[in-house]
């Protein structure tokens, strides 16, 4: 089993920055590719990065690109999002998640790609 634990929310004026952390821990083994997904209050999870095991490709949603960054340490089984240019619309609980994968290059954008989730961490934007 794979714990996975975000961190690094909080409150942010409007064009404010943030970076959160997920570290993975437990039976890890083997390559895991890694994304985040965020959830914003009366509306369905949405897809917002991922990164291939590798750490080399990265896909991101049209909402976020340019603006959202997703960087992984492999050697400390974290994955980071650095948030830049926040705005209202950002505001959501954002989630971490994980999936065992043997492409080092693949990346994963579908919710039910990932067995493995951490329990969010908010991210409140204010105008």
């Known amino acids: 089993q794979v714990q996975l634990v975000e961190s690094g929310g909080g409150l942010v004026q409007a064009g404010g920055s943030l970076r959160l952390s997920c570290e993975a821990s437990g039976r890890i083994s083997g390559n895991y590719a890694m994304g985040w997904f965020r959830q914003a209050p009366g509306r369905e999870h949405e897809f917002v990065a991922a990164i291939s095991w590798s750490g080399g490709n990265t896909r991101y949603a049209d909402s976020v690109k340019g603006r959202f960054t997703i960087s992984r340490e492999n050697a400390k089984n974290t994955v980071y999002l650095q948030l830049n240019s926040l705005n209202p619309e950002d505001t959501a609980v954002y989630y971490c998640?994980?999936?065992?994968?043997?492409?080092?290059?693949?990346?994963?954008?579908?919710?039910?790609?990932?067995?493995?989730w951490g329990r969010g961490t908010q991210v409140t934007v204010s105008s």
């Open positions: 998640a994980a999936r065992s994968t043997n492409f080092r290059t693949w990346t994963y954008s579908i919710r039910n790609e990932y067995p493995y």
